[in-house]
C-alpha cells in the first residue's frame, strides 16, 4: 500500500509539474495535457476544488423559474443546489440540504408555496427562512428564527445563473466582455429554455468533452451534419482568460434566402431572429465559458451544453434548447423543436464514440501528449487554462 502511494503520489508530482510548465509558458508549444491529467484521482480532487467549486459554474437559466415560487433542483459535484424563485419574484439560490438532518429538501422542478422538507416535515418560506420545526420548541440550544437554508453565490449573465459554491469567486460579468459584442445581437435575455434533455452520465471526462469543443473534427467526425455546410478549416477562434469564442461561416452557395432578399445559412428550425447583421445569419457561433459551459446559437435558436465530473474519466451532461420568445406563436413550434432536438442528437450521436474511444485511450495509459494543429486553439487555451489553475498559487 505505501508502495502504491509513493507511486501515485510521483505520478501526480510529474503530470503537476508539467502542467507548471505549461501554465508559465502559456502552451507555447501547442499540445494538449499530460494524458495522466485526465486519468488520475488526484488531478480529479483538485480540479473539483479549483475549478468546480472555486469558479463560475452553469447550472441553468432564469426562465426556468419565473414564477413566484417555481424552482429547480440540480447538482455541481456532488453538492445539491436549488434555484427558487421567491414569494417576491426575487431568484435565489440554496443548498438544497435541511437544516436539520441533511435531506435534500428540494427535486426535479415544480412550483411550491412553501418548502416542505420530506424527512421530518420542516418548513422553510421561499425566503429560505424556517417557518416550522415540530418538536423543537424545547431544544436548548436551537434558535429558529436564525435558522435558513444556505444560500449560494451565484449571477445572472444574458439570462444564464451560474453559481460559485465557494463564494469567493471575483464577479463573473466582466470576465466576459470579451464576447458581448458578438453575443448581443442575439437578445438571449429574451429567449426561454423550450426543452432539457438530460443525457445522464457518459464514459468520458469534462476534459474530453472540452476538447471535443473544436470545430477541426467536422471533417472526420460530421461530413454531413457540418462539413458540407460549415466546412471546419473556415471557423475562426478567439480566446479570453474564462471564454473562448469561435464562429463558422456557412458556405456561400448553401445559404438561403428570405422573404424580404436577406441570406441566411441553411437549417433554422424557427425563425431567424429580426434585426441581425450578415455575420449573426450567416455563421453559428460556439461560446465557452470555462469550465462548463458551452452554447451552440444560429440565427433562430440555440443549444445550451452543461457538463460537469462524475469522477475521474465520468462525467454527467445536460442539454437545454433554447429558442427566442418569439417563435412561442409558432402553431408548429412543438414540430419545429422536435427536428431541432433531432438535429442536436444527428451530432450528438456522432461525437460519442469519438469521446468514449478518447478516454479509453487515456485510461490504457498508452497514450502520450500530442501535438494540435493550427485549428486547434481551442485545446490549447482550455489546457493552458486547466494548467494554470492547478498550479498557480495565488488564488485560482
Ligand atoms: S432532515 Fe429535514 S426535517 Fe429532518
Ligand atoms: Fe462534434
Redesign the pocket.
Known amino acids: 500500500m505505501h508502495g502504491y502511494r509513493n507511486t501515485q503520489a510521483a505520478r501526480t508530482a510529474a503530470t503537476l509539474e508539467a502542467m507548471s510548465a505549461m501554465a508559465a509558458d502559456g502552451n507555447a508549444g501547442w499540445v494538449t495535457l499530460p494524458t495522466d491529467a485526465y486519468c488520475n484521482p488526484d488531478i480529479h480532487a483538485l480540479e473539483v476544488e479549483r475549478i468546480f467549486r472555486a469558479g463560475w459554474i452553469a447550472v441553468g437559466r432564469t426562465d426556468e423559474v419565473r414564477e413566484p415560487g417555481s424552482y429547480l433542483a440540480r447538482e455541481i459535484v456532488g453538492t445539491p443546489v436549488a434555484m427558487v424563485r421567491d414569494q417576491k419574484g426575487r431568484l435565489r439560490v440554496f443548498a438544497n440540504i435541511?437544516r436539520?438532518?441533511?435531506?435534500k429538501?428540494l427535486d426535479g422542478k415544480g412550483r411550491k408555496a412553501v418548502i416542505t422538507?420530506p424527512?421530518?416535515?420542516?418548513v422553510y418560506g421561499l425566503d429560505g427562512c424556517l417557518r416550522r420545526a415540530p418538536g423543537m420548541e424545547c431544544h436548548p440550544g436551537f434558535d429558529a428564527a436564525a435558522t435558513r437554508l444556505e444560500e449560494l453565490s451565484f449571477e445572472v449573465w444574458h439570462g444564464f445563473v451560474f453559481v460559485n459554491l465557494d463564494g469567493h469567486a471575483d464577479p463573473l460579468a466582466p470576465r466576459l466582455t470579451g464576447v458581448e459584442e458578438t453575443l448581443r445581437p442575439y437578445g438571449l435575455d429574451n429567449w426561454f429554455t423550450a426543452r432539457t434533455l438530460n443525457l445522464g452520465e457518459a464514459p468520458w471526462g469534462w476534459k474530453v468533452m472540452q476538447d471535443n469543443g473544436e470545430c477541426y473534427h467536422h471533417e472526420g467526425l460530421h461530413p454531413e451534419t457540418f462539413q458540407t455546410v460549415f466546412p471546419g478549416e473556415r471557423s475562426g477562434t478567439t480566446c479570453g482568460d474564462d471564454w473562448i469564442l469561435q464562429w463558422s461561416p456557412a458556405r456561400e452557395e448553401s445559404l438561403e434566402t428570405l422573404a424580404d432578399g436577406t441570406r441566411v445559412m441553411p437549417g433554422c428550425y424557427f425563425e431567424p431572429l429580426d434585426g441581425l447583421d450578415t455575420f449573426h445569419r450567416t455563421h453559428f457561433v460556439l461560446v465557452y465559458v470555462l469550465p462548463n459551459y458551452l452554447i451552440y446559437l444560429q440565427p433562430d435558436c440555440g443549444i445550451m451544453i452543461r457538463f460537469l465530473p462524475v469522477d475521474v474519466g465520468r462525467s454527467h451532461m445536460e442539454v437545454d434548447l433554447l429558442v427566442p420568445e418569439s417563435a412561442r406563436h409558432l402553431t408548429d413550434f412543438e414540430a419545429r423543436l422536435d427536428r431541432f432536438e433531432s438535429f442536436f442528437h444527428r451530432f450528438n450521436d456522432e461525437d460519442i464514440p469519438a469521446n468514449t474511444a478518447i478516454q479509453k485511450a487515456l485510461d490504457s495509459g498508452r497514450a502520450s501528449p500530442a501535438p494540435l494543429s493550427r485549428h486547434e486553439q481551442h485545446n490549447r487555451h482550455v489546457a493552458w487554462w486547466v494548467a494554470r489553475k492547478l498550479t498557480s498559487t495565488s488564488a485560482p
Open positions: 435541511c436539520h438532518r441533511w435531506m429538501v422538507c424527512y421530518h416535515a420542516w
